[in-house]
């Protein structure tokens, strides 16, 4: 079975700052994984997917993760953090019939 | 494109009483999703569709119908409603394979008193 885990239900930065969201999966089958950010009171959206093509992946808004198979990690980074990247993150692995768990959610607070 | 569409916006219910939610895509997807969202707890499945006429459980499907008589509907029910089931509801839809990314519908939040 599939399973994400988020560490930090919130995380607050300073503008201009690192972001670092912490990402966790376990799977019993080569994981497909995904980052979706969710703006207040608006639905999911994909922010950047790992495949297995690469392990760097680079997303929109200069999102970018790398996908660690030894630490079974994908955490989400952003060198510099504006305040317009203040939403809820959440990662998500893939299961087979393409039916996604997801973890937790962090919440990201941009300090001016 | 309208991507993924989801009526109402926002709704009060009683205990007890029933409604339909409604999702619409217009991007010919053969798979579609409804997932609950409560505070702390991420998206849960619900139930999903992997094509027209046919259904599946997911994580958390009790107390919830659903049916897909369009390839582009998928309609999620529930005959009598519980203050479990105050929260906001997700509908995605997605093509067959695994890496496809699922499009998500804007939300209904949903309040049972």
């Known amino acids: 079975a599939q399973s994400v885990t988020q560490l930090g239900s919130h995380v607050s930065v300073s503008e201009g700052a690192l972001v670092l969201l912490r990402c966790n999966y376990s799977?019993?089958?080569?994981?497909?994984l995904f980052w979706y950010v969710q703006y207040p009171n608006q639905g999911l959206q994909l922010l950047l997917k790992?495949?297995?093509?690469?392990?760097l992946v680079k997303g929109i808004n200069g999102f970018e993760a790398e996908f660690k198979k030894s630490e079974t990690s994908f955490h989400l980074t952003k060198p510099s953090a504006h305040m317009s990247d203040a939403a809820e993150y959440f990662c998500a692995v893939s299961q087979y019939g393409n039916k996604l768990v997801f973890g937790a959610g962090t919440i990201l607070r941009v300090k001016s | 494109n309208a991507g993924v569409t989801q009526t109402p916006k926002f709704r009060v219910l009683k205990t007890g009483q029933s409604m339909t939610l409604l999702c619409a895509q217009d991007?010919?997807?053969?798979?579609m999703y409804w997932y609950r969202q409560d505070p702390g707890m991420g998206l849960r499945l619900i139930h999903y569709s992997v094509g027209e006429g046919t259904t599946a459980k997911g994580e958390v499907p009790d107390g919830y119908n659903v049916s897909r008589l369009k390839k582009q509907n998928f309609l999620l029910g529930l005959e009598s409603a519980a203050p479990s089931q105050t929260s906001v509801y997700f509908c995605?839809?997605?093509?067959?394979?695994?890496?496809?990314?699922?499009?998500f519908g804007p939300g209904t939040r949903l309040l049972v008193l």
């Open positions: 790992y495949t297995s093509a690469a392990t």
């Open positions: 995605a839809s997605s093509r067959p394979t695994r890496q496809e990314t699922q499009y």
């Open positions: 799977s019993s089958v080569p994981p497909y």
């Open positions: 991007m010919n997807h053969e798979y």
